[in-house]
């Protein structure tokens, strides 16, 4: 099955922890996005990438890091400088075509922290 | 800054009815935009994709585009209990490689 896939599903964090959230995808997509939902809101883009290491930031990277060791893989850290990292967490990947390139999103990463 | 706006709701609606749901933006070079759903706990899916003026039609959903107003809306018919979730409104940058997504607006289809 082709798809993109996110683990852990739930996470809990104490403070002043790192913590990193996968997501991999077999879809052979370019590029990789990450987001973030807080409740009632829409998504806020983190960081993205459209080829391997290479990276670009979103409008909310404080506090967040990222790499794109591979094409499959782009996983986020969240580091303890995010001072309130409790969210819901959603990777997305697309292809790259030229035009508006439509985004697939995998099952997300709820965060707690403690 | 490219914004995405929408009604957060909750919009009501009966079963059998039409739900009417919009967006408006505000960078007027924008080519495309897309309608995702999103239940509770859930991540978003793709429902339409919109690229020129006029309506699209998918099944019970209906895309218009009205790039001269910057105006998107997403019509859907015969609105079931399951078409309960929130819609978002997602607009890329000119490069096609970003999207900013509208805050949504959560329906409620009531049987």
């Known amino acids: 099955d082709g798809g993109i896939t996110q683990s852990p599903k739930y996470l809990f964090r104490k403070e002043g922890q790192n913590v990193t959230l996968s997501c991999e995808q077999n879809?052979?997509?370019?590029?990789m996005y990450w987001y973030r939902q807080d409740p009632g809101q829409g998504l806020r883009l983190i960081y993205y990438?459209?080829?391997?290491?290479?990276?670009q930031k979103g409008d909310i990277a404080e506090g967040y890091s990222v790499s794109r060791e591979k094409k499959e893989s782009f996983p986020l850290t969240v580091t303890s400088a995010q001072k309130n990292p409790t969210a819901f967490y959603l990777c997305?990947?697309?292809?790259?075509?030229?035009?508006?390139?439509?985004?697939?999103f995998g099952p997300g990463t709820r965060l707690t922290v403690l | 800054q490219k914004e995405v706006e929408q009604n957060s709701g909750p919009l009501s609606v009966p079963e059998g009815a039409i739900a009417s749901l919009n967006c408006t933006y505000s960078?007027?070079?924008?080519?495309?935009f897309f309608w995702y759903r999103q239940y509770s706990g859930k991540s978003p899916e793709l429902i339409m994709s919109?690229?020129?003026?006029g309506d699209k039609e998918d099944g019970r959903f209906t895309a218009q585009l009205n790039k001269a107003s910057q105006y998107v809306s997403l019509l859907i018919r015969d609105s079931q209990p399951s078409d309960s979730a929130t819609y978002l409104c997602?607009?890329?940058?000119?490069?096609?490689?970003?999207?900013?997504f509208g805050g949504g607006t959560r329906l409620m289809v009531k049987p």
């Open positions: 919109i690229y020129s003026n």
């Open positions: 997305a990947s697309s292809i790259i075509s030229g035009s508006a390139d439509t985004q697939y």
């Open positions: 997602a607009v890329p940058n000119n490069a096609g490689n970003m999207l900013t």
């Open positions: 879809l052979n997509h370019d590029a």
């Open positions: 960078d007027r070079v924008s080519q495309s």
């Open positions: 990438s459209q080829i391997v290491n290479d990276f």
